[in-house]
């Protein structure tokens, strides 16, 4: 099984930097995604790391480390458009199908204020 | 452009009522899933097919089943829609291998009365 957890809220002022984290306890590993939801639409992907590091990719980076089960999602310069709520979600590799199942954590909800 | 694409997006049922959820994608993926998503408890799968007439449980799947007959097609089905499965559901779907990027679709609100 796996047991994500990232903050409910977050607020952040336009134009800062924000870090979002996640931590996830897992009995197996195979990658983690991060993916932006805005209300009443549909997640879209971002990022996804399975080795440690950092990758980035414009405005976003995201970070893992995998012996410390953690990762982060960092926004920079931020816009209003960037208010949304973040996902996190870990592959597990252990579906026992074939193929496998991303476990999602509850999200984290940005406000971003001006 | 990927798409995934979903027959409803507002839906009102009654309680008791039999409810069918279509997906469809267009982009020849084996992997389709089914999540509904509630405040407070995220994403959480019911259901998913990695090939045509193949299931999986997910984590809740009590009081849903699924039909896949074309690879394009995943279907959710309430057999006796309850007042508890007012929620979104989103579909998903996936190719197999590279970093394997699940596509959401636009998701079907339903209200159970």
């Known amino acids: 099984g796996q047991n994500i957890d990232q903050p409910t809220e977050m607020t952040a002022t336009e134009g800062a930097i924000v870090q979002i984290n996640c931590t996830y306890q897992t009995s197996g590993f195979n990658g983690l995604f991060w993916y932006q939801q805005h209300a009443g639409e549909a997640p879209t992907f971002l990022s996804y790391n399975v080795l440690d590091g950092l990758e980035e990719k414009g405005r976003f980076s995201s970070f893992l480390s995998r012996s410390k089960g953690y990762s982060y999602l960092l926004l920079k310069e931020l816009q209003m458009k960037d208010s949304a709520s973040y996902l996190c979600a870990v592959r597990d590799p252990a579906s026992g199908a074939g193929s496998y199942q991303l476990t999602f954590g509850k999200g984290t909800k940005l406000s971003v204020i001006p | 452009d990927v798409k995934v694409t979903q027959s409803s997006r507002y839906l009102v049922k009654r309680t008791g009522e039999k409810v069918f959820l279509e997906c469809v994608q267009d982009m020849d993926h084996e992997n389709m899933f089914w999540y509904r998503q509630d405040p407070g408890l995220g994403l959480r799968l019911i259901y998913f097919s990695y090939d045509v007439k193949m299931k999986e449980k997910g984590d809740i799947p009590e009081g849903y089943s699924v039909s896949r007959e074309k690879k394009e097609r995943f279907s959710l089905i309430l057999e006796s829609a309850s007042t508890n499965q007012t929620s979104m559901y989103l579909c998903?779907?996936?190719?197999?291998?590279?970093?394997?990027?699940?596509?959401f679709g636009p998701g079907t609100r339903l209200t159970v009365l």
């Open positions: 998903a779907s996936r190719a197999s291998g590279g970093t394997d990027t699940q596509y």
